[in-house]
């Protein structure tokens, strides 16, 4: 069966820190992998995607970026933390075609 | 690009009632509509979609339904239960490109 980790489940940074978010996947060869932002009590935003390790695209940066270091692992960061960087950062696989499965997702809080 | 909408923010309910959220879409070439549900604090997980060969899907208490002429769907879960309380979210994609874009979210709130 396949699982998906993120890490840290939770950060609370100041801003103009760096940031670095961690998602793996295991049980799952070449997955697409996705990274979403869900603002406090809001809508997700899609904001990469990756297909093949080495591959990111960017749906909307949000002064973010990220990459894919290894097949089964997927990295969002940024080098200088805003305020309106906070909020719920989701992890996701693709099974199939299309069906989604999120990881529990890391909070955080930018102060 | 594709605008989902969902029309309810809030939808409160007696228990064993039934509830509906209905979404709608614009990008006509959309062919896959999942539907997620995320409870207080956590992620969201999937719970069941319909692809645009059908117009009805259905899983247990819940039941999903296509009307690709209006470019609308709606979630409808009978006999509703307190663990039901959560934001549900509508999706639509295109099977190709890897955008899966999200409905604002519907608050149910199941009241005993």
């Known amino acids: 069966a396949q699982t998906i980790h993120q890490w840290p489940v939770a950060e609370i940074k100041a801003v103009g820190s760096p940031l670095s978010l961690g998602c793996t996947i295991k049980?799952?060869?070449?997955?697409?992998l996705y990274w979403y932002w869900q603002a406090t009590g809001g809508t997700l935003q899609q904001l990469f995607y990756?297909?093949?390790?080495?591959?990111v695209e960017s749906v909307v940066q949000l002064n973010l970026s990220a990459s894919r270091p290894k097949d089964d692992q997927f990295i969002l960061s940024t080098e200088k933390l805003l305020l309106s960087h906070s909020g719920f950062y989701l992890c996701a696989w693709i099974q199939g075609a299309e069906t989604l499965y999120f990881g529990s997702g890391t909070r955080l809080t930018v102060l | 690009g594709e605008k989902v909408e969902q029309h309810e923010s809030t939808l409160s309910v007696r228990e064993g009632d039934s509830a509906v959220i209905n979404c709608t879409y614009t990008d006509t070439a959309s062919s896959y509509f999942p539907w997620y549900k995320q409870e207080a604090g956590k992620s969201l997980h999937f719970v069941i979609d319909?692809?645009?060969?059908?117009d009805r899907k259905q899983s247990q208490r819940l039941t999903v339904l296509l009307d690709k002429k209006a470019k609308r769907f709606s979630l409808h879960i009978t006999a509703t239960q307190p663990e039901d309380s959560a934001i549900y979210f509508c999706?639509?994609?295109?099977?190709?490109?890897?955008?899966?874009?999200f409905g604002d979210g519907t608050q149910l709130v199941v009241k005993p």
């Open positions: 319909i692809r645009s060969n059908v």
């Open positions: 999706a639509a994609s295109r099977n190709s490109n890897n955008r899966i874009f």
């Open positions: 990756s297909i093949t390790v080495g591959q």
């Open positions: 049980g799952k060869s070449s997955p697409n």
